[in-house]
């Protein structure tokens, strides 16, 4: 079956930096957009960053932009967030999923899902 696992979430303090993987399997997932979502505690899931399949092209919400950068590594079956400049804001359970379509910023497209990481910034 599917399956996405994300690891690298943890405990940091305000400006450090984390790289977030989600690694899957049981899916051809070179052909699967990749996307990066979080949830804070009464909060909606926010979507952050999508890569696509086909030449890798980059999508950033503005609350993230200039900081975050997703990536991918298809020999691995992996997609990355890497987190820079972290702020107490960020602190939520971050999820990857993956999209057999091109639609980076609505998570009903979203085909299957990991089960979540959590990131803690301490001020």
């Known amino acids: 079956q599917v399956q996405l696992v994300e690891s690298g979430g943890g405990l940091v303090q305000a400006g450090d930096s984390l790289r977030l993987s989600c690694a899957a399997s049981g899916l051809t997932f070179s052909s699967y957009t990749a996307g990066w979502f979080r949830q804070a505690p009464g909060k909606e899931r926010e979507a952050l960053a999508a890569?696509?399949?086909?030449?890798?092209?980059?999508v950033l919400s503005d609350s993230v932009k200039g900081r975050f950068t997703i990536s991918r590594d298809n020999a691995k079956n992996t997609v990355y967030l890497q987190m820079n400049s972290l702020k107490p804001e960020d602190t939520a359970v971050y999820y990857c999923?993956?999209?057999?379509?091109?639609?980076?910023?609505?998570?009903?497209?979203?085909?299957?899902w990991g089960q979540g990481t959590q990131v803690t910034v301490s001020s």
């Open positions: 999923a993956v999209d057999r379509d091109w639609n980076p910023w609505n998570p009903r497209s979203y085909d299957y």
């Open positions: 890569i696509s399949w086909r030449w890798s092209r980059t």
